[in-house]
């Protein structure tokens, strides 16, 4: 099975700043890959499917790059409501696995 | 409104079996895929299984295969997961989400879940 593993698994940042956050598979998988936002106690949210398209709603500041094997996440302008646990996702065949998370939190 | 509504979580003796199920509303539920995720407490986000829209094709985890049962009542728009043999590992809440049209298997939508204690 292909693994996900996700980099750094927790970052400290102020506000303004750019975060980029990676998301590596152990194999190819085009760019079959989703992101997703969890805030503490509240369910995942999707921010973005085919490796770079933004889901309706979700703020511009966001965006995602990638494909094949590397990817990441990047928040241009990191704000006090991003703090969050994200996770990236493979869909391209079965399992669709996660990527165990990056823990963002505000300095 | 989209909604998706999960019941029937509690706390099960491990060896023990439970029935999830997944009200939905808010769109054509036989339209589309939906699978079930969890999260144990304090840990990452893990993929359960999924079920085609007609409920023909169905995919687990390895880590429930042969133990989770999941299906679908298209005319109840409900899903379920009948989770068997249960261990503490699979103490979790348990999330219902759709995935979007065609072979798009990531998770567009999410209900809030439903908490399993696997524990004697």
């Known amino acids: 099975d292909i693994q996900m593993t996700q980099s750094p698994s927790s970052l400290s940042a102020s506000v303004g700043d750019r975060v980029t956050i990676t998301c590596r598979a152990s194999q190819g998988i085009s760019n079959y890959l989703a992101w997703y936002q969890q805030k503490p106690g509240k369910v995942p949210k999707l921010l973005i499917f085919?490796?770079?398209t933004l889901q309706s709603g979700v703020p511009s500041r966001f965006s995602g790059s990638g494909s094949g094997t590397d990817f990441t996440l990047t928040i241009s302008s990191l704000q006090p409501e991003d703090v969050a646990t994200y996770y990236c996702q493979k869909y391209n065949t079965a399992p669709w696995t996660f990527g165990q998370g990056t823990k963002v939190e505000m300095k | 409104e989209l909604q998706l509504v999960e019941s029937g979580g509690g706390l099960v003796q491990p060896g023990g079996s439970l029935r999830l199920s997944c009200a939905a509303s808010?769109?054509?539920?036989?339209?589309?895929?939906v699978s079930w995720v969890r999260q144990a407490p304090g840990k990452g986000v893990e993929w359960v299984s999924t079920?085609?829209?007609?409920?023909?094709?169905?995919y687990y985890a390895d880590s429930v295969k042969g133990r989770f049962t999941i299906s679908r009542d298209n005319s109840k728009n409900t899903l379920y997961l009948q989770m068997n043999s249960l261990t503490a590992e699979d103490t979790a809440v348990y999330y219902c989400?759709?995935?979007?049209?065609?072979?798009?298997?990531?998770?567009?939508?999410w209900g809030q879940g439903t908490l399993v204690t696997v524990s004697s």
């Open positions: 079920i085609g829209g007609g409920g023909i094709s169905t």
């Open positions: 808010g769109f054509t539920f036989s339209n589309y895929a």
């Open positions: 989400a759709k995935c979007p049209r065609g072979y798009n298997w990531y998770f567009d939508y």
């Open positions: 085919a490796a770079s």
